[in-house]
C-alpha cells in the first residue's frame, strides 16, 4: 500500500520556523520527484517547493524563495519542507506529493496556522 504520511505542521508566530516531514511507503521513493503543495482555504492548491529524485535540483514558488528549502533523504524515504520567516500568507494545509512514471501519490496534509 502508497502511503505518504506528513507531520510537523502546527500553529507558529510570524517570523516563526516549522519543518515538514513526509515519509514514504509502498513505492520506490528514489525514483519519484516530490513536491510540496498547499492549500489555503477558499485557494487553488499551489506548488510550493520540487526536489527532483536524486535532490541534485529543486525549484520554488516566488513567494517562498529564500525562506523556504525543500530536501530529502533516500535512506530515510523522506522529503523535508524547511520554513523560516514565516508570515500569515503561509496559513494553509501543506500536502506531500510523488509524481514518478509509474504513479502520482499524494499524502492527506499537515495544517500549517501562522498567527500571533
Known amino acids: 500500500e502508497v502511503q505518504l504520511v506528513e507531520s510537523g505542521g502546527g500553529l507558529v508566530q510570524p517570523g516563526g520556523s516549522l519543518r515538514l516531514s513526509c515519509v514514504a511507503s509502498?513505492?520506490?521513493?528514489?525514483?519519484?520527484?516530490m513536491k510540496w503543495y498547499r492549500q489555503a482555504p477558499g485557494k487553488e492548491r499551489e506548488l510550493v517547493a520540487a526536489?527532483?529524485?536524486?535532490?541534485?535540483?529543486?525549484n520554488y514558488a516566488d513567494s517562498v524563495k529564500g525562506r523556504f528549502t525543500i530536501s530529502r533523504d533516500n535512506a530515510k524515504n523522506t522529503v523535508y519542507l524547511q520554513m523560516y520567516s514565516l508570515i500569515p500568507e503561509d496559513t494553509a494545509v501543506y500536502y506531500c506529493?510523488?509524481?514518478?512514471?509509474?504513479?502520482?501519490?499524494w499524502g492527506q496534509g499537515t495544517q500549517v496556522t501562522v498567527s500571533s
Open positions: 526536489i527532483s529524485s536524486t535532490g541534485g535540483y529543486t
Open positions: 509502498g513505492f520506490t521513493f528514489s525514483r519519484y520527484y
Open positions: 506529493n510523488a509524481v514518478g512514471a509509474l504513479g502520482n501519490y
